[in-house]
């Protein structure tokens, strides 16, 4: 597999960031905003410099839809600020197509990974509890629901983070590296590729088309 310049590029500097993004969340809850602005300009400039207008454009409409679609989410509470910044910034490098595949890709991982947690979170506590140990555990959850009822929308967002099983970042950098490894080796699907400007797909064209002559 004989990859460019901008191939080993584009597969450090996402995969890089993915991961410290994960690192971050995973210890801190947080993401600083430095490294989402950065590299949400970085892959702006990645994606012009790559793809031309074409890419910007798809940059552009990816970011729409993954960092509006979050920051709806984060509106109404079902999401944190900083998944919404971490998907936008990881938006602009994936484009369109493959941000609406990250989405659900990590989304069911997010599932996935959930369940394995339980699962071994079970077989650590016992799966036998007394219905009084139930019972008194019910209790405290109720009284946990009423004091978060009282307090501020900015405090229940953030306790919402404190209680999420993983950091969100961790299957977002999962699926990420998924599709980089997809688009690397050449089996990514073709409904899934990112636009490329009219002269490189004639080039591509042509060069098919000549493989195709000399070969017997």
């Not at 490294?35 to 300009?41: D, I």
């Not at 016992?126 to 140990?133: D, K, L, V």
């Amino acid at each position: 597999m004989q990859l460019t310049v901008s191939q080993w590029f584009y597969a450090a500097a996402l995969g890089g960031f993915v991961l410290a993004a994960a690192w971050s969340d995973s210890r801190t809850r947080r993401i600083p905003n430095w490294l989402n602005v950065s590299f949400f300009v970085l892959g702006l400039a990645y994606r012009g410099a790559v793809d031309g207008w074409v890419g910007l454009g798809d940059a552009g409409l990816a970011f729409a839809v993954g960092f509006g679609l979050f920051f709806l989410m984060w509106m109404i509470g079902a999401s944190g600020g900083g998944d919404a910044k971490l998907m936008g910034a990881v938006s602009v490098w994936l484009g369109f197509r493959q941000m609406l595949a990250l989405m659900f890709l990590s989304t069911l991982l997010v599932v996935i990974l959930s369940i394995v947690y339980a699962v071994v979170r079970k077989f650590r506590t016992g799966f036998s509890r007394s219905a009084e140990q139930y019972r008194e555990e019910e209790k405290a959850e109720s009284e946990k629901r009423r004091l978060r009822r009282k307090k501020s929308r900015e405090e229940k967002i953030a306790d919402r983070q404190q209680r999420r099983i993983m950091a969100y970042a961790v299957p977002v950098a999962l699926s990420v590296w998924i599709l980089i490894l997809a688009e690397l080796s050449g089996r990514m699907p073709k409904s899934m590729q990112k636009p490329r400007p009219a002269a490189e797909e004639a080039r591509t064209g042509t060069a098919a088309v000549a493989t195709a002559v000399v070969a017997p």
